[in-house]
């Protein structure tokens, strides 16, 4: 026995969630007409306001529901810093430590060959305009420690560095709180690697 095809049809839909598979969307789409219609309701119409309102920001390409979003349009940020990350959730991190005033750029993915995302589908025209606006002096990659994490941030670097910017990537090592024997080795590693003077 087939499912009614409005039901199809919303099963198919949730599965362009990441993660979502057949049977968790199905699961999904029967939870919603079973059990809570008032909130499938609601999840439909936040969507479609979401999609009508909400576009990126020309400057930093973060979510935004205006042309400038608030974080660019503020007078307190330091515009001579821009820092560079993958996606809007990375950017919410940076944003909670409260120790970084500058700017973003925000990517919206990483360069994944394998996955047919490419230089154009990372926005690095829209970067590359922002990096040369005259205001910016240094660009801070938090591209994640991933393979393709790190394919982005030297991808970036070198097209940066080639237009005389300056270029740097964020720290690696150990946790706050972390003890050694607890690391990976490669962490470790790495931490070695990249120590500093102590001031």
């Known amino acids: ?49 979401a999609l009508q309102v909400v576009s990126h920001c020309n400057l930093c390409n973060n979510f935004s529901e205006q042309e400038i979003c608030p974080l660019c349009a503020s007078p307190a940020r330091d515009r001579t810093l821009l820092c560079i990350v993958e996606m809007p959730s990375d950017l919410m991190m940076l944003e909670q430590t409260q120790t970084y005033q500058g700017m973003y750029f925000v990517l919206m993915g990483r360069l994944s060959p394998l996955d047919g995302i490419g230089p154009r589908d990372i926005h690095l025209d829209k970067l590359l305009k922002r990096a040369q606006d005259g205001k910016v002096e240094e660009v801070i990659l938090a591209t994640n420690y991933t393979v393709e994490g790190e394919a982005t941030a030297h991808y970036v670097s070198e097209l940066l560095r080639a237009r005389g910017i300056q270029v740097s990537r964020i720290a690696r090592g150990l946790p706050m709180g972390g003890e050694i024997e607890h690391v990976d080795s490669g962490t470790l590693a790495q931490a070695l690697l990249e120590r500093r003077h102590v001031r």
Request: aromatic share 4%; with cysteine.
């Open 1 to 49: 026995m087939r499912n009614p095809p409005a039901l199809e049809q919303l099963v198919e839909a949730l599965r362009c969630l990441p993660g979502v598979g057949p049977k968790s969307a199905l699961r999904m789409a029967y939870y919603l007409l079973q059990r809570d219609r008032k909130g499938a309701g609601i999840l439909a119409k936040s969507l479609d306001q």
